[in-house]
């Protein structure tokens, strides 16, 4: 059955494959390049060097802007969770914001940053604040009480109740947030070095297709692909390592 | 922890409307008394502005672009992801033989793909509906999996013996009882139809809500900018409404049916 299911998924990638080399050879153009190709034009600009160049300058920028959001969602949650007015006063303030897109703000966000790195890093953790903000809350009200009230009488307070006994208790939601906000972080990346950019991935994308080069641009969105699906096997694998206690739970 | 007596709710109330007025409030006076920069534009001179794109009608032809696109896209790519995931969720071939591809293309970030499909398609309408319908596919088609896969395996049990047919197994029972999961999806696809919307204007030049922020920000027409970017938090809100209304008022009638199941 097993061997089945593999066979399956095999075939699977096998057809699309297929239908993009078909697509590719029937149309024989050099803007439809074949996956053969794409490849090839990966390989050709790893081993130049300017794919690392790249690659380094965007995630740089990337995960600079997802820890601000990750610091500020988690202080903000936590505040939010164990304090009501303050809760009242901001939770449905981010509700009501949630769901616009920020990606509208980045005139703004440029006006006041310049056009530099600090736009985008601003830009990244403004998108992804959201998600992990309402993860860590969630996570933050979800602590069963007992614990609560095991740490409040032993005097468990401040630092060491945020580090002993808050933190280990919501790091699965957080995680959970983390998981949501990376694929928003690439998105967000790549639209801000698409309109004012000299280097990142996005910049490269554009160049590529300004070329008529659509092997490279396509490359490019390949290492896009494998960029997030390396970080999300790492979220869930370091989810699996450092949330031991939940092994049942599939993420 | 300390316990505090349980205040009435009015007074949090009072809370959540009074902090957003008074962060208004300072906006518009330091933008008064020009301690922001210039193009911090007082909020009373953004509503202004905003009444004015309205009445001169200027707003509705670029919200119309707008919408057309987010809805094309959204309709398209989430149609096909909630029927391919309803499928997979059934059928454990069907889901096999997507899942590796999924997997992967799910990772890109699609918006990436755009100036390549640009290369073949222009900076058109038709390019920009392929990205955000491709981008709403992937939160439809797993949700709706999950939501097919998670359905309590006795009312399976139930219709398989009273020897229903598979079809309409799929159709009666399946269908209505992943719609709560379906709706989950489709709320995020929606979100993600809306971020697209703005992201794919904003990039080549073209009409619309996010290019006029563009634009606006370029000529440093500020307080239409400011405007603009109202706009478009205002259709993502009542497009989010309308969608959460059709949700409960297309899941309110399966949980009914629950009820009378369980009577």
């Not at chain 1, 009242?88 to 703004?108: E, F, Q, R, T």
């Not at chain 1, 069963?144 to 468990?156: F, G, H, R, T, Y």
């Not at chain 2, 919408?67 to 989430?78: N, P």
């Amino acid at each position: 059955m097993n061997t089945r299911s593999n066979l399956v998924k095999l075939l699977g990638v096998c057809i699309f494959l297929g239908i993009w080399q078909g697509f590719a050879v029937l149309s024989n153009t050099r803007m439809f390049p074949s996956a053969v190709t794409v490849f090839i034009q990966l390989g050709y600009l790893v081993k130049s060097g300017v794919l690392l160049e790249n690659v380094l300058s965007t995630l740089s920028k990337g995960i600079g802007g997802l820890s601000l959001a990750v610091f500020a969602g988690s202080l903000l949650g936590i505040v939010c969770a164990r304090n009501r007015y303050i809760n009242a006063a901001l939770n449905p303030l981010i509700a009501v914001l949630y769901p616009i897109p920020k990606l509208a703000l980045y005139p703004i966000v440029i006006l006041i940053f310049g056009l530099g790195a600090w736009s985008k890093i601003i830009q990244v953790s403004l998108e992804c604040f959201f998600p992990l903000f309402v993860q860590v809350y969630a996570g933050t009200r979800a602590i069963p009480k007992s614990i609560l009230w095991l740490a409040s009488n032993n005097q468990v307070k401040g630092w060491r109740l945020l580090r002993d006994v808050l933190l280990p208790a919501l790091l699965p939601s957080l995680l959970t947030g983390l998981r949501i906000a990376t694929p928003i972080m690439l998105i967000v990346m790549c639209v801000t070095e698409f309109i004012g950019e000299s280097s990142g991935l996005g910049y490269l994308i554009v160049r590529y297709s300004s070329y008529f080069d659509p092997a490279s641009a396509l490359a490019i969105v390949l290492t896009f692909g494998l960029l997030g699906l390396i970080a999300d096997r790492l979220i869930v694998w370091t989810r699996t390592k450092a949330v031991f206690w939940e092994k049942q739970i599939k993420l | 922890m300390i316990y505090r007596n349980r205040r009435p709710s009015s007074e949090l109330w009072a809370i959540t409307l009074g902090f957003p007025l008074v962060l208004i409030i300072l906006w518009e006076i330091a933008a008064r008394s020009h301690v922001f920069p210039s193009y911090m534009v007082a909020p009373s001179i953004i509503l202004r502005e905003a009444l004015s794109l309205v009445t001169n009608g200027k707003i509705f032809a670029q919200m119309g672009a707008s919408l057309y696109r987010a809805y094309a896209g959204f309709i398209i790519g989430s149609a096909v992801g909630v029927s391919l995931g309803l499928l997979s969720g059934v059928s454990r071939p069907v889901q096999d033989l997507f899942d590796t591809v999924q997997g992967f293309v799910h990772a890109i970030p699609k918006i990436s793909l755009f100036p390549a499909i640009a290369i073949w398609l222009g900076f058109s309408d038709a390019s920009r509906i392929i990205i955000i319908a491709l981008s709403c596919f992937f939160p439809a088609y797993l949700n709706a999996m999950n939501g097919a896969l998670g359905i309590n395996p006795s009312y399976i049990w139930l219709s398989k013996n009273n020897e229903i047919s598979r079809l309409r197994c799929f159709l009666q029972v399946i269908i209505p009882a992943s719609l709560p999961r379906v709706f989950v999806g489709l709320r995020i696809s929606l979100m993600v139809a809306f971020i697209l919307m703005v992201a794919t204007e904003v990039i080549g030049h073209s009409n619309g809500l996010g290019s006029l922020a563009m634009s606006s920000y370029e000529d440093g027409q500020y307080a239409e900018m400011y405007a603009t970017i109202l706009f478009i938090a205002v259709t993502g809100y009542f497009s989010n409404l309308a969608l959460q209304r059709i949700a409960s008022a297309l899941c309110r009638g399966q949980q009914l049916n629950q009820e009378e199941h369980r009577k």
